[in-house]
Structures are given as structure tokens and as C-alpha cells.
């Protein structure tokens, strides 16, 4: 079992950047892919962004792609997501999430996640 949690939210002018850390414990952090998610009110959550166990590989959504970049620091067991250039789009609960698999192959594999951090862009 992996815990999870997020920090970094917050509220932001439209063209800001936040950059959210989730730091994970309770399993092997470098073995697994992970990734974040988003939830906006009213709407389902979404896939926006993932990493291999080594983060070599990374995928976006292609709603934040060149906008976002997501790394990791496997001696520190932490996942960041840096983002830039915010809309008001944007605005959500951040999720932080552990895959069951060592590479990314779709939103599907995560079973753990953290209770989520709100990130508010205004116009």
C-alpha cells in the first residue's frame, strides 16, 4: 500500500505558473509509473500527465502539453508537476496517483491515490 500527498496548490493569475509536489510512502516509490489527475466541478476526472518508474519517459494530455512537465526524484520518493502558462481551464483538484505498473500504458493502471490539492486560475 502507497500513501500519498499533495501540496502546491493554490490561486494564480491566467499566465502563472504553480509547480505541485506529491511525496509517496509505504512501498517502493522508484519500482512504479506515476502520474496526476485532475478533477474540475461537474466534470469527470481526467489524465494529465505520467512517468515511467524512471522518468525517462513522460506523457501529457494533450491539453497541457507544452504547458506542464512532470518529473521525479526517486531518492526523495517525489513526483512534481510544474505548470506554466495557466488558464482558467485549468482549475481543478490536482491528484497525485501510483500506478501498479513500472511503464505507463493508460490511465486505468492507477490504484493509489492522494487526497488531492486545489489549483484555482483566475481570468
Known amino acids: 500500500q502507497v500513501q500519498l500527498v499533495e501540496s502546491g496548490g493554490g490561486l494564480v493569475q491566467a499566465g502563472g505558473s504553480l509547480r505541485l509536489s506529491c511525496t509517496a510512502s509505504?512501498?517502493?516509490?522508484?519500482?512504479?509509473?506515476m502520474g496526476w489527475f485532475r478533477q474540475a466541478p461537474g466534470k469527470e476526472r481526467e489524465f494529465v500527465a505520467a512517468?515511467?518508474?524512471?522518468?525517462?519517459?513522460?506523457y501529457y494530455a494533450d491539453s497541457v502539453k507544452g504547458r506542464f512537465t512532470i518529473s521525479r526524484d526517486n531518492a526523495k520518493n517525489t513526483v512534481d508537476l510544474q505548470m506554466n502558462s495557466l488558464k482558467p481551464e485549468d482549475t481543478a483538484v490536482y491528484y497525485c496517483?501510483?500506478?501498479?505498473?513500472?511503464?505507463?500504458?493508460?490511465?486505468?493502471?492507477?490504484?493509489?491515490w492522494g487526497q488531492g490539492t486545489q489549483v484555482t486560475v483566475s481570468s
Open positions: 509505504g512501498r517502493t516509490f522508484g519500482n512504479y509509473a
Open positions: 496517483a501510483a500506478s501498479s505498473r513500472n511503464s505507463y500504458l493508460g490511465p486505468g493502471d492507477f490504484g493509489s
Open positions: 512517468l515511467n518508474w524512471s522518468g525517462r519517459n513522460t
